[in-house]
């Protein structure tokens, strides 16, 4: 299927990985390959992302996305685990379809786009792509520093979208993420990296909403905390894997 990587054993626990914005699938590489094959992981490029960038983002056809994956692969229920806009379609995934979703590990997801954080969010995707160019150099050259020039360049030939960034900015802002998975009865993980100050703060009121929810800091990290700390992050992954065996 376009825009899909799998890997693992058709019989192990499925993962599905879903990326940040601007960013593709193959960002979860280096966590994937510090799982040793334990477990299938898909990890998915999202609409107007990647292999698919000539769709547009929306939050529908993202799920619809995932759906599509599900069947193609055979993958009745499946944990997932998303960074930043991954993050919030992890969640609007669980909110519409809470039976296939056995467990959510959310990075960079808790900041809660209403209000003013909302409407400046939305703002900010519309001139966006007046930056894109050099905030596309920036990023590549942070990425690079962060994992070595020959992992980067690997995750750079997946593409980086402006557009699909820019629509997820403009598009994301307005629902109270953490109120529509009301009725979600899996484990929840929120992973987020010790200097994303931004969503640890919203941890808050997202462990008021789910006080069952467990809060991990990646250590020596940001927002991206699966890209600058994966190995930590790979040990998150078997964390709420081990939470649901031990539920069953």
């Known amino acids: 299927m376009i825009g899909t990587t799998v890997s693992g054993e058709s019989t192990s626990p499925a993962v599905i990985f879903l990326h940040g914005g601007v960013i593709n699938r193959h960002m979860w590489g280096p966590v994937i390959a510090h799982l040793n094959g334990e477990y299938r992981c898909i990890a998915v490029d999202i609409p107007g992302h990647g292999d698919c960038q000539k769709q547009d983002f929306k939050l529908e056809s993202s799920v619809a996305t995932i759906l599509e994956t599900m069947e193609s692969l055979s993958v009745e229920r499946a944990v997932l685990v998303g960074l930043s806009l991954g993050g919030y379609v992890a969640q609007a995934m669980a909110a519409k379809h809470p039976d296939q979703a056995e467990g959510l590990l959310l990075s960079g997801a808790t900041v809660r786009y209403t209000g003013w954080d909302g409407l400046s969010t939305r703002l900010f995707g519309y001139v966006f792509p007046l930056f894109a160019k050099p905030a596309m150099k920036t990023f590549a050259a942070k990425m690079a520093e962060d994992l070595g020039q020959e992992l980067a360049d690997q995750i750079l030939e ?29 484990p929840i993980v929120l992973a987020n990296g010790e200097r994303d100050s931004g969503n640890r703060d919203g941890e808050a009121y997202f462990l008021s909403q789910f006080p069952r929810a467990e809060s991990i800091v990646i250590q020596d990290a940001g927002h991206a905390c699966a890209l600058q700390q994966p190995e930590a992050y790979a040990a998150v992954v078997r964390h709420i894997l081990s939470e649901i065996t031990l539920q069953v």
Do not use: E, H, N, V
Not at 172 to 182: N, V
């Open 158 to 186: 997946g593409g980086l979208s402006a557009r699909g960034g820019a629509q997820a900015l403009r598009r994301l802002p307005g629902a109270d993420y953490a109120a529509a998975i009301a009725g979600f009865q899996g």
